[in-house]
């Protein structure tokens, strides 16, 4: 089945609360995880951001919307024990618990409006408002409006690459190795850069700053739709053996046929695909030809600050 939304996650976890003992919260996500059926591959799955896992993020999240409903209490630092409110909402037997039902409760009411910041585990500002058809917690929310914005300035980048002239292409590819750690320097590097010129190959660029080894680049500047072959790729390792190369930097700002993806040289040769929307997402993770335009933080409690365990 697939990961369980935070609000599907919810009364399953008051639940494991019901015999009125602390819980650590870690114990609790493994016996959900059991609970839930989850594959290993589910348990690991990490947010967009790939800084926290997506199924422990959602058991946090409930755990946060309950606390702050007054079905929690939180004695220390990563545990929780059932309220009073908790026990007698179990009592009536529900079949469900949501967002729309602790709407019921002021004080997480307060919690959504920010009224009240006391005892703050997640940053409830994230939203200014919960849905109660929400599948997303607020962080995912974040995440979700992250990549499209994301998705939206590389199609943007790619869209200006292509405008780009045979030059400045050359000069936006030295810059992008350059600032990912190879070539050494701009200077260096855009020696090497339309160099050779010949034999499929447009230039070469060092691979670490010393240049105990050289990468050879293929760049092609198509517009999209016209995508590479299998055969452009066999010709630019055909020309890696002429110069006795291993390594090699194939880019273009279209994309590559599947048997060009699936193409793998017989040899050493160690052959690296960049298609257009690639090379974009690059530029951004690089900071190359974007700038910054909003910062947002999502912070939390510092337990080292507090001396927490």
């Known amino acids: 089945m697939p990961i369980p939304d935070f609000q599907t996650i919810m009364l399953p976890l008051l639940k494991l609360t019901q015999d009125e003992q602390e819980h650590k919260v870690n114990d609790l996500v493994e016996v959900l995880s059991d609970q839930f059926g989850l594959t290993e591959e589910e348990r690991k799955e990490l947010l967009p951001s790939g800084q926290a896992f997506l199924f422990i993020n959602r058991v946090n999240w409930a755990r946060t919307y309950l606390k702050k409903a007054g079905f929690f209490d939180a004695p220390k630092r990563g545990v929780i024990s059932i309220t009073k409110r908790g026990i007698d ?4 037997n529900p079949l469900e618990l949501n967002v729309k039902i602790l709407k019921q409760f002021p004080e997480f009411i307060d919690f959504v409006t920010g009224k009240t910041d006391e005892d703050t585990e997640q940053v409830a500002t994230i939203t200014p408002s919960i ?10 929310s974040l995440e979700e409006a992250y990549q ?8 943007e980048l790619r869209s200006k690459i292509i405008e780009l002239s045979p030059a ?3 000069k936006l590819v030295v810059d992008l190795v350059v600032k990912m750690g190879y070539g050494g320097s701009i200077k260096d590097a855009g020696k090497a850069i339309g160099k050779s010129g010949d034999e499929g190959i447009d230039g070469t660029i060092k ?3 010393l240049g105990l080894d050289i990468i050879y680049i293929q760049a092609k500047r198509w517009q999209i739709g016209n995508v590479v072959g299998r055969p452009e790729i066999q010709k630019f390792v055909g020309a890696l053996a002429g110069q006795g190369a ?9 994309s590559f046929t599947k048997e060009a993806l699936e193409y793998s040289p017989k040899n050493e040769t160690k052959i690296v695909l960049v298609d257009g929307d690639q090379l974009a997402k690059y530029m951004i993770d690089y900071g190359l ?3 910054t335009s909003q910062v947002y933080e999502v912070k939390r409690i510092d337990g080292d600050y507090f001396g927490e365990e």
């Open 168 to 170: 400045f292409f050359e």
């Open 131 to 140: 849905s109660a058809d929400s599948k997303n917690t607020p962080e995912e």
């Open 207 to 209: 691979e670490d700053k």
């Open 289 to 291: 030809g974007v700038t």
């Open 246 to 254: 291993k390594k090699g930097i194939f880019i273009t700002t279209s």
């Open 148 to 155: 499209n914005i994301r998705k939206s300035l590389a199609s």
């Open 89 to 92: 909402f179990l009592a009536t």
